[in-house]
């Protein structure tokens, strides 16, 4: 019994390990394309604000 929870919690914690492992890489690959448009928008809307100098 106590051999199968620990099989069960490795196939988790391996399977959350490649989730997360993906969804980095596709984070960055969307912000490494859209980083200068993000920044432009954000850095308007924060001048609107007046937030930023």
Known sequence: MLQS?????????VI???????????Y?????RNNKGIYKSTKKIMEK?????
């Open 5 to 13: 929870i620990g099989y069960w919690f490795l196939m988790i914690a």
């Open 16 to 26: 959350l390990l490649l989730l997360l492992i993906v969804a980095n890489v596709i």
């Open 28 to 32: 960055t690959r969307v912000e490494k």
């Open 49 to 53: 604000d007046g937030k930023l100098k």
